[in-house]
């Protein structure tokens, strides 16, 4: 099987690089281009030169079957040798002139065939009759020929165009036209590589970063990549998102050890009574009964650590989405549930505007672990627990309840404060109530697991605001939390 797998591996198509990729591309693109407006060049360029070419013989034909025409002409006025002649030679034109017998009178430069169909245009009576001949060989060269009777029978006049050069001349042309084309699509594949290789090398970069992630499972990797294109944007939300995998690993293994630290001293109280219950025969039924409330209390204690636990986990993936909502109706229902559970008055005063963006859930669950903190820390009290909502924007018009409000309004904060008369919270211990399973030392004696107000803390970061926690004047303490009034973020984790 380990053979087979190294075949199937020996066997796997390599690989091409974004790199190779995007050069070859670029080349590929660039000669197709290239040679389209090569062939299309030479082509336009060779159509003009031939039919250039072909409209001067032509209007040298034209002219010369005018002339005769008009006038009675013999072929001693087209001879090269009298002066004055009456045809004008274009260069790379020939001309022959045929006597009334089809015989050769005055030779051309080269020397031009006659055939049998040129001497009858010589003997033929009607003037400017033209017989024409196309690529016809005169020694190395090739020649168009026009045969113009003089007409009564006097000769005629050969008119010829040599138009072999002109083919050279295109051929060259040619030549050169595909010599430019391999230099286009050479200079083309070089330009591509350089620029293939400064656009990849950003991404070349982050691959390496993502490869040394994977390989060394370090996520506190920084990614140095520089820019403000794509590349750049890239580079630095992969760093971003390094940071945040970074910090979310290193908040988890936090929140295990804390929890294991916080879980071993129940447990150990747990197997301790639990190997008492062997004995329990023996016991008396005083001894017995405080067994019982023991493991009662302390069963009690675990859950609720444990539920805890879950959801301080479960606040930081929470996917509950974002709804408007009004704190003050979410502190009335969070009385309302306190009251029936403690027994305790709870009252709640709210002013401005209490509306904000948030998840309930979550909001809810923040309030009543504040209430229930101060009933903890104040049992047996008589005054009333105090729940506070103050909005710092003027107050919204009266009907609107539970995601009132214009659609995507962004109120200012909202300030969520629980007080009591309870004992208070010693100044010391006001800069880490917050802090996950911390206790102060008068509490240690208290049920709890010291991760009420952790969650509290979380639930405000997550919604833009921030805990608080002060004495109160006159006995007592003064706990709670602000929510911002921009948006909610759901990607935030506990710090």
Request: hydrophobic fraction near 40%; aromatic fraction near 4%; glycine fraction near 10%.
């Amino acid at each position: 099987m380990g053979r087979l797998g190294r075949l199937l591996a020996s066997r796997r198509p390599r690989l091409v690089s974004l790199r190779t990729t995007f050069a070859l591309s670029f080349a590929v693109v660039t000669a197709v281009v290239t040679i389209l407006v090569g062939i299309l060049s030479y082509d336009a360029a060779a159509r003009l030169v031939r039919v250039d070419q072909q409209s001067v013989f032509t209007e040298v034909v034209q002219d010369l079957q005018n002339e005769v025409r008009q006038h009675q002409m013999t072929p001693d006025d087209f001879s090269s040798a009298a002066p004055g002649h009456d045809i004008v030679r274009p260069a790379r034109t020939d001309v022959q002139v045929l006597g009334p017998d089809g015989r050769v009178v005055d030779s051309g430069s080269p020397a031009l065939p006659v055939t049998a169909h040129d001497r009858a245009i010589a003997v033929d009576g009607v003037a400017g009759k033209t017989e024409e001949h196309k690529d016809v060989d005169v020694g190395d060269d090739v020649y168009r020929i026009a045969t113009v009777a003089l007409g009564d029978g006097r000769g005629a006049v050969q008119v010829a165009q040599e138009f072999s050069d002109t083919e050279d001349l295109l051929r060259a042309l040619q030549q050169r036209t595909f010599l430019m084309m391999v230099f286009v699509v050479i200079a083309a594949g070089l330009c591509g590589w350089w620029l293939a290789r400064r656009i990849t090398r950003r991404l070349i970069i982050l691959t390496s970063a993502a490869e040394d992630v994977a390989r060394t499972r370090r996520l506190g990797v920084e990614v140095p990549v520089t820019g403000y294109d794509e590349v750049g944007r890239l580079g630095r939300a992969f760093d971003r998102m390094l940071g945040r995998l970074a910090q979310s690993e290193e908040d988890q293994r936090r929140l295990v050890q804390d929890a294991g630290h916080e879980l071993r001293t129940p447990l150990t109280s747990l197997r301790t009574n639990i190997s008492l219950l062997r004995r329990i025969d023996e016991l008396p039924p005083a001894t017995r009964e405080d067994l019982v409330v023991d493991l009662t209390q302390e069963a009690r204690e675990l859950t609720d650590l444990v539920n805890e636990l879950v959801d301080l986990a479960a606040g930081q993936s929470d996917n509950e989405p974002p709804q408007r909502l009004d704190l003050a109706e979410i502190a009335e229902d969070v009385a309302g549930l306190a009251r029936r559970r403690t027994g305790r008055e709870i009252t709640v005063r709210a002013s401005g505007d209490t509306g904000t963006d948030g998840r309930p859930a979550m909001l809810q669950r923040a309030m009543s672990n504040l209430v229930e903190n101060a009933a903890k820390f104040d049992r047996g009290g008589r005054s009333a627990i105090e729940i506070s909502v103050t909005g710092t924007a003027p107050p919204r018009p009266h009907g609107s309840g539970r995601g009132g409000g214009a659609a995507g309004a962004s109120a200012g904060p909202v300030r969520v404060e629980v007080l009591d008369r309870g004992p208070g919270v010693a100044d010391g211990d006001l800069v880490r109530i917050f802090d996950r399973f911390y206790r102060a030392a008068d509490a240690r004696s208290l049920p709890g697991s010291g991760l009420g107000l952790s969650i509290v803390r979380e639930v405000a970061l997550a919604h833009g605001g921030a805990p608080f926690a002060f004495r109160r004047e006159g006995g007592g303490a003064v706990i709670g939390f602000t929510v911002g009034g921009g948006a909610v973020d759901g990607t935030r984790g506990p710090n």
